[in-house]
Structures are given as C-alpha cells and as structure tokens.
C-alpha cells in the first residue's frame, strides 16, 4: 500500500489549505484513513482520522471546528481541509491508513511522505 500527500504550501495565518491523501494498493474502502502531524516538539501529533465507512470522523482537540477531513472512495483520497490556520498549524503533515480509525499513530501500518505545511503570523 502506498500512499501520495499533496497539498501544502505556505499560507498566512487565516487562510486555508486543502490536503490530499492518495492511497494505491490494497482495497482503499477497508482502511482508515488519519493524518498526523511533526513539529520539533511532537514527533506523531494525532489530528484527524476517518473510518472505512466514512462516519464519525475524530479530530484532536486543537483542530476541532476548524479542519475538515473527508474521503472519497472513488477515488482512493482522503482530503483534510484546513480553515482558519495558525502558526502553531506548521508541521509536516503526513497521512496514515491502517484497520482502526484511532488516534494512535502506532496502529497504522502505512505512511505517506509528508508534506510541509508552513502559516505565517
């Protein structure tokens, strides 16, 4: 299973950005999907995760209101739009797929390679 993270940039704080998580190999429609995220403090911060039916979707508490994650079965993606972003929104975001939509980032068997998201204040 590979999976393909596009998406981020630079963006003043405020503004949006929209992530894609593209995933090939195995049966996409079995897997849940999360995205984390690396900064110098936290090396795996939780911030959103999708199950295989698409319901119920977790966000950590510091994104909650603001990110937006979604999947889209047709087309192996899994999307997490980001609003309202802050300067402490700058990490490496990457996207995981495993068996559970949980929030620990030691259950999902599969990465993608990141990608930099960087929001100036």
């Known amino acids: 299973v590979q999976l393909q993270a596009s998406g981020g940039g630079l963006v003043q704080a405020g503004g949006s950005l929209r992530l894609s998580c593209v995933v090939s190999?195995?049966?996409?429609?079995?897997?849940?999907i999360a995205w984390f995220r690396r900064t110098p403090e936290k090396e795996h911060e939780f911030v959103a995760t999708?199950?295989?039916?698409?319901?119920?979707?977790t966000y950590a508490d510091s994104v909650k209101g603001r990110f937006t994650i979604s999947r889209d079965d047709a087309k192996n993606a899994v999307y997490l739009v980001m609003n309202s972003l802050k300067p402490e929104d700058t990490a490496v975001y990457f996207c995981?797929?495993?068996?559970?939509?949980?929030?620990?980032?030691?259950?999902?068997?599969?990465w993608g390679q990141g990608t930099q998201v960087t929001v100036s204040s």
């Open positions: 995981a797929a495993g068996r559970s939509a949980t929030t620990r980032f030691d259950i999902y068997n599969w």
């Open positions: 999708v199950s295989w039916t698409g319901s119920a979707p």
């Open positions: 190999g195995g049966t996409f429609s079995r897997y849940a």
